[in-house]
């Protein structure tokens, strides 16, 4: 079936640094990912959608300065979260829709945590 | 925006019991429905999904109903075992294939 990674799985690092997170397809392309935030004991709530090529489109209240997200390939997306602070620290997830299926995919989150 | 309605937020049931768990949406252009099934630190799980020209669909214990003039999809669960135990999520697709997430429920499966 089809596999959606993300590195790292965990990271921590020390606050006003930057983090990048990256998902990939791993048997499909995926001209559209998406990046979610999960915090503890609640739902996943989508920051913005990746477009390869182009520009992602970035969910109300989501700092698109902050949450940098590039997608410069049918099989990446990176999502670098810059001067990363203790409120940042979260359960990051994205899932790669399938160009030719249609169907989504998630890949295994990345838990973020700093300091 | 979509706007999706979870309930409830928790629910425990009786070994071998049924478990339902209900969604309600705003938007009614949205046409497909898939529920989520989350342990602990792991991704979601795709259990079941339901595209708007059906209104059941059933795979060995767990079934998903969709009324679309009300708006509303629910999950259900037969003969519920403790490996069911997990948060259940619910999701709507709305434009440009976008998931907007229900709130959660927590199903604890008594032995």
């Known amino acids: 079936g089809a596999v959606v990674s993300q590195h790292p799985s965990w990271v921590i690092c020390k606050s006003g640094t930057s983090v990048k997170i990256e998902c990939r397809s791993l048997?499909?392309?995926?001209?559209?990912m998406f990046w979610y935030r999960q915090f503890p004991k609640q739902s996943l709530m989508l920051m913005a959608t990746?477009?390869?090529?182009?520009?992602?489109?970035?969910e109300q209240g989501v700092e698109k300065d902050k949450f940098l997200i590039n997608h410069a390939s049918l099989t990446l997306s990176t999502l670098t979260v810059t001067s990363a602070h203790p409120e940042d620290s979260s359960f990051y997830i994205c899932?790669?829709?399938?160009?030719?299926?249609?169907?989504?995919?998630f890949g295994p989150g990345t838990r973020l945590t700093v300091l | 925006g979509e706007n999706v309605e979870q309930h409830p937020s928790t629910l425990s049931v009786q070994e071998g019991d049924s478990a339902v768990i209900k969604c309600t949406y705003s938007?009614?252009?949205?046409?497909?429905f898939p529920w989520y099934k989350q342990e602990l630190g792991k991704r979601p799980q795709l259990i079941i999904d339901i595209r708007s020209n059906v209104g059941e669909k059933k795979d060995q214990r767990i079934a998903v109903t969709l009324n679309k003039t009300a708006k509303h999809f629910s999950l259900h669960i037969t003969e519920t075992q403790p490996e069911d135990s997990a948060v259940y999520f619910c999701?709507?697709?709305?434009?440009?294939?976008?998931?907007?997430f229900g709130t959660g429920t927590r199903l604890k499966v008594l032995a």
């Open positions: 048997d499909f392309q995926a001209t559209t």
């Open positions: 990746s477009n390869e090529g182009s520009k992602a489109t970035y």
């Open positions: 938007d009614s252009a949205s046409n497909y």
């Open positions: 999701a709507v697709e709305g434009g440009t294939y976008k998931y907007i």
């Open positions: 899932s790669a829709r399938d160009r030719l299926a249609g169907d989504q995919f």
